[in-house]
C-alpha cells in the first residue's frame, strides 16, 4: 500500500496542532485524586465515602429510603436492579426444593441445620409459587450511598446518622472500606456496578418487593407557568406554584395562618408583587395598614376611609357588574348584602326585624325609582340610548335614616345610625367620588379603630367582589387580611355566609380568594366553626408559618395534620412555613430577593 506523502504531513501537523489545546475531558477533569486511604476518596479537597446496604427485613411495606431523602443530609443514592430468567430461576427452585425436601424427611441434621433448611425451604416455595401463580419476577437489588464534604470529621459524623437512618428501617448496612472507588463510580451517572460490590450486596427480590426502595418521593412541586415561592427545606428544590391552574388544582384560594411575625405578611406581599408583574388584578383590604408602601411602589390605587380621608364608598351603590349578562335580580342581590351588613350594625336582629328591614330598603330604593326590575336600573342618555345608573342616583345613609325616622317599629335602628349620619362615622353618608381601574388596590381601614373595622371590610369586600364578577376571563384575587373580622365571633352569619360564597364561588369568576390571620381560634368561633371550616376546605392552598399549640389544636381538628407536622408547625423559623399544595405537604422557606425585599418593605423615593 502506497501512502501519500502530503497526507502524512497534514496529519502530522494536525498532531502538532492539537497538542497545544484542552479537551473538555481535561477541563472537567479534578487536579487530583486520591485513592490511598480505605476509608475515603479525596477529590480536589473533598472526601467521598459510600455505604452498601447488604440486606433488609424480609417483611417490608415502607419506603425503604424515604427516612433518608427526607432529611438535608447530602447523599448521592445509586439503585441497580438486575431481572433474571424466569425459567431458569424456576428449574434451580425447582430442584433446590427437592433436595432441601428430602434432607429434611432424612432428619439427619443437628436442630439448628433443620430449621436453618426449613427456613430456606419455605422461602424457596413461596418465590416459585409467586413466579407462576402471579406473575412475577424474580431481581437482584443492589444499593449503594454516597456522600461527601470537604471534613472528614464531617463525613464521618454523616455516615453515622446514615447508618442510624437505614437500621431503623430494618437495612442492614456495611462500609465500602478498600471498594471506595467502585462505589463511588457506582453512584455516578455511568451505569457502572463494580462486581466487587455485587458479591457483596446481591439481594433478591420480587417485583412486589420493588416497590419499596421506590426513590422520588420527597414532595417538590414545580408547575410550568407558576410563580416561585421559595425553597424546600427537605430536599433544596424549587417550589414554584401556578394557583390558577384550574386542571391542576380545584380552586385557586389560599390560607395563610400564622402568629405576629412569624412571616406571613411578608408572604402575602410577595405574592401580590409576583404576581403584580404578571398583571392579575388583585384587590386587597388591610385593617392594619401594612400595604401602603408595597401599593406605592407598584403604582396601585390606594384608597383610605375613616375620619380623615377624602376617599367615600356609598353602601347602597348597585353596580352593573354585581350580577352577570345573563343574571337578572339587581336589586333582590343588593339587599341581601346590605342586610349582612345592617346586622353588623344593629347586632343581632331576628327574622320578623329582618323583614321589617327588607321592606324599608325597598321604600328606600323605591325613592329613587329603582324597583325589582332591572330595566328601573338605566336611564336616558341621549335619545335611543340607555346607560346604568351612576352613584349620586343611588340613595345614601342619610335616606336611610329618614325613612327609618318614620316608622315607630324602626326608631331602635334609627339610633343606631346616628353616628354614621351625624357622628364620628359620618363619611359612611356619601357618594362614592373615586375610579376605580388600577389593577391594583389597597383598601385601608385602619382609621376606623378596633370596633368599627368590620363595617369598612364589609364594605370594600362588596365592592371588591363586584369588580371580580365583571369578567370571567381576567385572572383575579382579593386578598382578606385579619379575616376573623368577618366570620369570626364578632361577625355574623349573614356576612359570613356571604365570605364562605365567595370562596365557594369565586373560582368560576376566575378569582382567589386569599384569607389572612393570625387568630385561628377565631375564624372557627361563630357557630361551631363552620364558616371557618368551610373556606379552609374550600381553599386549594393552606400555608401554616409558626403557630402557639393552642392554635395548633384548634387547627388539628379541621386538617389531616400529622404528630411530625404538629411538631413541625411549632418550631417553625421566622420565614419558614408548612405548605398543603393539593395532597402535597411541603416543609417550605420563603425566598425572596433583595430588590424585592425592597419593594416590599421600604419607601422608595420616585
Excluded at 81 to 108: C, F, M, P, S, W
Excluded at 132 to 140: A, G, K
Aim: with cysteine.
Amino acid at each position: 500500500m502506497k501512502i501519500n506523502k502530503k497526507t502524512q504531513k497534514n496529519n502530522k501537523e494536525k498532531i502538532n496542532f492539537m497538542e497545544g489545546t484542552i479537551s473538555d475531558n481535561d477541563f472537567l477533569a479534578p487536579s487530583y485524586i486520591n485513592l490511598t486511604n480505605p476509608k475515603y476518596i479525596e477529590i480536589d479537597n473533598n472526601y467521598f465515602s459510600s455505604i452498601l446496604i447488604i440486606n433488609y427485613f424480609r417483611e417490608q411495606s415502607d419506603l425503604l429510603l424515604k427516612t433518608l431523602i427526607d432529611t438535608n443530609i447530602d447523599v448521592n443514592i445509586s439503585i441497580f436492579y438486575e431481572k433474571q430468567d424466569n425459567y431458569k430461576t424456576i428449574r434451580e427452585l425447582t430442584y433446590h426444593i427437592g433436595n432441601v425436601g428430602a434432607d429434611l424427611k432424612g432428619n439427619n441434621q443437628n436442630r439448628q441445620d433443620i430449621d436453618i433448611a426449613s427456613f430456606t425451604y419455605n422461602d424457596a416455595k413461596y418465590i416459585r409459587k409467586e413466579l407462576q401463580i402471579n406473575n412475577e419476577d424474580l431481581y437482584f437489588l443492589y444499593i449503594y450511598i454516597n456522600t461527601y464534604s470537604q471534613e472528614i470529621k464531617e463525613v464521618d459524623n454523616t455516615l453515622n446518622k446514615i447508618e442510624g437512618i437505614l437500621e431503623s428501617k430494618g437495612l442492614h448496612t456495611r462500609r465500602a472500606f478498600f471498594r471506595q472507588e467502585q462505589a463511588y463510580r457506582a453512584c455516578m451517572p455511568l451505569m457502572e456496578n463494580n462486581k466487587l460490590l455485587k458479591e457483596v450486596s446481591k439481594r433478591n427480590v420480587l417485583t412486589s418487593g420493588l416497590v419499596c426502595t421506590y426513590p422520588f418521593i420527597s414532595s417538590a412541586i414545580f408547575d410550568d407557568t407558576g410563580i416561585f415561592i421559595g425553597i424546600n427545606i427537605y430536599n433544596n428544590s424549587l417550589i414554584f406554584i401556578d394557583r390558577y391552574n384550574t386542571q391542576k388544582y380545584k380552586n385557586a384560594n389560599m390560607c395563610i395562618f400564622g402568629t405576629s411575625g412569624a412571616g406571613k405578611s411578608f408572604y402575602t406581599k410577595l405574592l401580590i408583587l409576583r404576581y403584580r408583574l404578571l398583571g392579575i388584578e388583585q384587590y386587597i383590604i388591610d385593617p392594619e395598614r401594612e400595604y401602603n408602601h408595597l401599593c406605592e411602589n407598584l403604582n396601585g390605587t390606594l384608597l383610605k376611609i375613616g375620619p380623615g380621608s377624602d376617599t367615600y364608598i356609598n353602601v347602597f351603590d348597585i353596580r352593573k357588574e354585581s350580577i352577570e349578562d345573563d343574571e337578572q335580580g339587581y336589586l333582590a342581590n343588593k339587599i341581601s348584602k346590605l342586610i349582612g351588613f345592617f346586622n353588623l350594625i344593629f347586632g343581632k336582629i331576628n327574622e320578623e326585624e329582618k323583614a321589617i328591614l327588607e321592606e324599608k330598603l325597598i321604600e328606600l330604593y323605591n325613592t329613587k325609582n329603582i324597583t325589582f326590575d332591572d330595566k328601573s336600573l338605566y336611564k336616558e342618555k341621549s335619545e335611543n340610548k340607555l346607560i346604568f345608573k351612576e352613584s349620586i342616583d343611588m340613595p345614601i345613609l342619610q335616606d336611610f335614616y329618614n325613612i327609618l325616622d318614620k316608622d315607630d317599629r324602626t326608631k331602635i335602628f334609627k339610633i343606631k345610625l346616628i353616628p354614621f349620619i351625624k357622628g364620628s362615622l359620618n363619611f359612611f353618608n356619601n357618594y362614592t367620588n373615586v375610579e376605580l381601574n388600577n389593577k391594583l388596590i389597597v383598601a385601608d381601614v385602619y382609621e376606623l379603630g378596633e370596633e368599627n373595622l368590620k363595617y369598612g371590610m364589609y364594605l370594600f369586600t362588596d365592592l371588591f367582589w363586584d369588580k371580580i364578577k365583571k369578567d370571567r376571563k381576567i385572572k383575579k384575587a382579593i386578598y382578606l387580611d385579619e379575616i376573623w373580622r368577618l366570620i369570626g365571633v364578632t361577625s355574623n352569619k349573614d356576612v359570613a355566609g356571604f365570605i364562605y360564597k365567595i370562596f365557594k364561588t369565586i373560582r368560576k369568576y376566575g378569582g382567589s380568594g386569599v384569607a389572612v390571620t393570625q387568630d385561628i381560634s377565631d375564624i372557627f368561633s361563630l357557630e361551631d366553626g363552620i364558616y371557618g371550616k368551610s373556606i379552609l376546605n374550600n381553599s386549594s392552598i393552606k400555608t401554616f408559618f409558626s403557630l402557639e399549640e393552642e392554635n395548633i389544636k384548634i387547627l388539628e381538628k379541621y386538617t389531616n395534620l400529622s404528630e411530625k407536622e404538629k411538631i413541625e408547625i411549632k418550631s417553625l423559623k421566622r420565614g419558614e412555613c408548612l405548605t398543603f399544595v393539593g395532597d402535597e405537604h411541603i416543609l417550605n422557606k420563603i425566598y425572596a430577593a433583595d430588590f424585592e425585599k425592597e419593594i416590599i418593605e421600604k419607601k422608595i423615593d420616585k
